[in-house]
């Protein structure tokens, strides 16, 4: 797996936007929508770039990943259709948003993806595509895991331990970054793809397992 300790910082282009949103977020997950985080040092203490991806069942999602974050903005991967009208463009711009077409190949976000990786950014993946899957991975996005074999930065897993809703404390759990260089031996093809997806599958449940067994 490549070193993410590189001795080349990456550049830190910070937004007001992105700035303001962190500050306002981060009051409501310590008021109205406590959040409890659990080996958050593991984040904390990575350097950019690399990849974070989190099951997803709320809209906050992407600002609870940001919150342990501060010394970077994350790019985040979303759906197109958000974005629609000047001010959400304007927004989500500011947010660093990458938009997405779901239902077709983007070749032009895949791209960008991959732009912001090489200049040394996070970027920030749901590898479901959706927050209204019945069940948790069901389907992981195979652009999630041929950005991942493509760019060989470092894959941090977080798993959110349900819905993030108000007055009620919903624990968020760091992994460890995920060892692909078996996968990165055999290159970037649908076979491998496929292999990394039912990897990201199984990493989850097994987090998902190992935080009930311990309540």
């Keep these: 797996m490549q070193n993410n300790t590189s001795e080349t910082a990456p550049k830190r282009e910070r937004t007001a936007i992105y700035t303001v949103a962190r500050i306002i977020f981060g009051f409501l997950f310590h008021t109205i929508f406590p959040l409890r985080f659990h080996n958050a040092q593991i984040v904390e203490e990575m350097q950019p770039p690399y990849i974070i991806m989190a099951n997803h069942r709320s809209f906050a999602d992407p600002m609870a990943l940001a919150i342990k974050v501060k010394r970077y903005e994350i790019r985040f991967i979303g759906k197109r259709e958000l974005a629609h009208g000047r001010l959400k463009s304007w927004l989500f711009s500011g947010l660093h948003m990458i938009l997405v077409s779901r239902h077709a190949t983007d070749m032009a976000a895949m791209r960008q993806c991959m732009q912001t990786l090489k200049d040394g950014h996070i970027l920030g993946i749901f590898p479901e595509g959706t927050r209204h899957q019945p069940e948790m991975m069901q389907e992981v996005e195979s ?73």
């Design 143 to 215: 652009g999630t895991a041929i950005i991942a074999l493509r760019a060989r930065v470092p894959l941090l897993p977080v798993y959110i331990d349900g819905k993030i809703r108000p007055f009620h404390i919903t624990h968020i759990y760091y992994g460890k970054p995920m060892e692909l260089d078996d996968l990165y031996a055999q290159g970037v093809n649908n076979d491998t793809a496929h292999q990394l997806c039912q990897r990201i599958h199984d990493v989850f449940y097994a987090m998902r397992d190992e935080v009930h067994a311990s309540k």
